[in-house]
Structure formats: C-alpha cells, structure tokens
C-alpha cells in the first residue's frame, strides 16, 4: 500500500514537537498559573517560532531579573534545536 505524501512524517514535525513540549515543560514548571501556558507554533522559513504566552502575573517569572531566565529557557531549548539541526526563536507574549 502507497502511502500519500501528507500521510508521511518527515520526522521535522516531529522534532517541532519535542521542542514545544521541552518549552511547555520547563515554563509550567516555573510558573504560578501553568494552565494558563499555551505555547503556538509558526514555520517561518527553516526557522521555527515559538510564541509563548503565560499568565500577565507569571510573566516576571518567566522572563527572570534582568532576563536571565527567559535566556536560559531559551539556551535549553537552542540546544535541542541544534541536536535536531533546527533553527529555533522563542518569543514571550
């Protein structure tokens, strides 16, 4: 049986996932409202946009004292898009 092209997985979509679900992981685990964590995935290019949008009362947490949170979330996740050979950006909303 011939499989169709839209019924293939490149293993791209694939690797999307796992980033998005790394990033869901680590946010929920900060923040004081992770119900409220919805993450939206765009393809722009071969780079991949992560829109991150919490709680307005969580987004101090997530961004961090001088950023340095928000940084860090965003050298975890670089590092699996590296291993997955992606371009990746994440932005907070």
Request: charged share 40%; hydrophobic share 35%.
């Amino acid at each position: 049986m011939a499989q169709t092209r839209s019924s293939v997985d490149t293993g791209g979509q694939r690797s999307n996932k796992k980033m998005k679900k790394l990033l869901e992981f680590l946010v929920k685990a900060i923040v004081d409202s992770p119900k409220d964590v919805s993450i939206q995935e765009n393809q722009e290019g071969d780079e991949l946009i992560l829109e991150l949008k919490v709680n307005p009362e969580d987004i101090k947490v997530v961004i961090g004292k001088e950023g340095k949170t928000i940084k860090a979330l965003r050298e975890i996740v670089k590092i699996k898009a590296i291993k997955e050979k992606k371009r990746i950006r994440i932005n907070v909303s």
